[in-house]
């Protein structure tokens, strides 16, 4: 059985140190924070499966900080402790459940031994394992939907691509979100099985819209474990090759941080991806630790906007500000830049008028099956006309 992780977020060490005991002796690897900036470098680096959240926080109540879990898209299920009273507790976990979070309810403080143990031990039976991950491959129960992205600058509003996101049918359960099962993928040896069949199901897609007249690229996401493996690039092609299409048919998407864990490296496979004509997309810019130095060292040939940022643009000054540092710093290099996230035509047209060159988003289009694609793209062109 998998080892799961879980974050304890509460600033009472004995309280703490009983949660680590408790979960340890359940399975779990454990790490503890007490303060709002650990707990947000730990999360951008990491997917916790499960995280125990103190209600009462010095520095944040546990109410604001299940809104910033929201806003990021947070997966892991969330139990919420506290010594405040029934109602409080059951209003935050509800509050919880309408920011799409994924609640574990609430437990009173001093938490009871049994009780705490009893859910522990039924959440990690139901949690996937690598088991269950290889017989999904092998049972071929992934799906690959595409989201439109269309650009900003010559010829606004034209579709011009397309990103593959990969989802887990998963029996008895429904559709898995890929935040929980690329970690396990990582973590178990099968993310580089799982990315060849997200990249053949993209090619053949490719194929599809061709043969119907849409020429379009196909973005898929790289892993940053993926960045370690100095045979990618010629595992790419050869996949590519075997599918007979061309490599500037895909895009491949590196997060900003995974890009930086092993400079040198990651520079011998990104040069050697450019030099066998595969384009590289830098994905969730402005979220990590980049150094501008190193960014302006790889070669990407685009700067992916983080959508955290996109869909704040209307409202938030700091981040029009930060979105229009990224593309003026994308154009000076000569990269390409696209914002995701983008769900108003108001936010459009303001990234239109930034200078951004490419966008995909809600307002655009949904993720959508293979097959679908061109007729979406039919309705979308009597929509184009409102970018130009």
Not at 89 to 118: I, S
Not at 199 to 223: C, D, F, R, S, Y
């Amino acid at each position: 059985m998998d080892t799961p992780q879980l974050l304890v977020i509460d600033d009472d060490s004995q309280v703490a140190d009983f949660m680590t005991e408790v979960a340890c002796l359940s399975g779990y690897s454990v790490t503890t924070v007490q303060r709002r900036a650990d707990c947000e470098a730990y999360l951008a680096v990491n997917t916790p499966q499960v995280i125990i959240l103190d209600l009462q926080m010095p520095e944040m109540d546990g109410v604001e900080f299940l809104r910033w879990l929201a806003e990021r898209q947070m997966t892991a299920a969330i139990l919420l402790i506290s010594g405040a009273d029934a109602r409080v507790r059951n209003a935050a976990v509800r509050l919880g459940q309408e920011l799409r979070l994924k609640m574990l309810g609430t437990m009173q403080k001093p938490v009871r031994l049994a009780e705490l143990e009893g859910l522990l031990q039924n959440v990690r039976h139901d949690l996937p394992s690598s088991e269950n991950l290889k017989a999904a491959l092998e049972q071929r129960q992934f799906t690959v939907h595409y989201q439109p992205q269309i650009a900003l600058d010559t010829q606004p509003g034209t579709l011009v691509g397309m990103e593959a996101l990969v989802r887990w049918q998963r029996p008895g359960v429904g559709l898995v979100p890929p935040m929980e099962f690329i970690p396990l993928a990582e973590r178990s040896g099968l993310i580089d099985a799982l990315t060849e069949y997200v990249m053949e199901q993209a090619l053949q897609a490719h194929a599809a819209w061709q043969a119907q007249g849409l020429a379009l690229t196909v973005a898929v996401n790289v892993a940053p474990v993926l960045l370690d493996r100095l045979d990618l690039p010629d595992r790419f092609l050869g996949l590519v090759s075997r599918q007979g299409a061309n490599p500037a048919t895909l895009k491949l998407e590196i997060t900003e941080s995974g890009a930086m864990q092993n400079v040198a490296k990651t520079m011998d496979i990104l040069t050697r991806l450019r030099l066998k004509n595969f384009a590289l997309s830098m994905d969730d810019f402005g979220t990590g630790f980049s150094s501008l130095v190193q960014l302006y060292r790889m070669p990407f040939s685009e700067l992916k906007i983080d959508k955290s940022f996109v869909q704040e643009i209307e409202r938030n000054d700091e981040a029009k500000t930060i979105i229009r540092v990224c593309i003026d710093l994308a154009r000076n290099l000569g990269l390409q830049v696209c914002a995701e996230g983008v769900e108003s035509q108001a936010a459009l047209q303001l990234l239109r008028g930034y200078g951004c060159t490419h966008a995909q988003g809600y307002y655009i289009g949904k993720p959508m099956p293979a097959t679908e694609v061109p007729r979406w793209s039919t309705g979308w062109m009597g929509r184009a006309a409102a970018v130009a």
